[in-house]
């Protein structure tokens, strides 16, 4: 089975910074693409950033030019730099790996736990 691990969520304040990680483990051989995706009360699930493993790279409207997504391939790795956070960016962060290759199995699509995000005012 694939795990993804999260690391980094927190409390802070507005215009403060943060950094997540989330890793990828599981007798992989590929991961085409690795996202992080946000959940706040009330409110549906949204996209937050996306990275190929083309390092094609696609932001959130809201968090286009605050928000920095990266990832380590050898590591099955994904960042996600946050700055400038406001308080509307509060919600559970959960990592996403899309078309996951293992050996002696097909592609499939994993999600982490969720990693709680907290940005006062």
């Known amino acids: 089975q694939v795990q993804l691990v999260e690391s980094g969520g927190g409390l802070v304040q507005t215009g403060g910074s943060l950094r997540l990680s989330c890793a990828a483990s599981?007798?992989?051989?590929?991961?085409?693409?690795m996202a992080w995706y946000r959940q706040a009360p009330g409110k549906q699930r949204e996209l937050v950033a996306a990275?190929?493993?083309?390092?094609?790279?696609n932001y959130a409207d809201s968090v286009k030019g605050r928000f920095t997504i990266s990832r380590d391939i050898a590591k099955n790795t994904v960042y996600l730099q946050m700055n400038s956070l406001k308080p509307e960016d509060t919600a559970v962060y959960s990592c996403y790996a899309g078309g996951v290759l293992r050996y002696g199995s097909g592609r499939s699509n994993y999600w982490g736990q969720g990693t709680q995000v907290t940005v006062s005012s």
């Open positions: 599981g007798s992989i051989v590929s991961i085409y693409q």
């Open positions: 990275i190929t493993n083309g390092e094609s790279i």
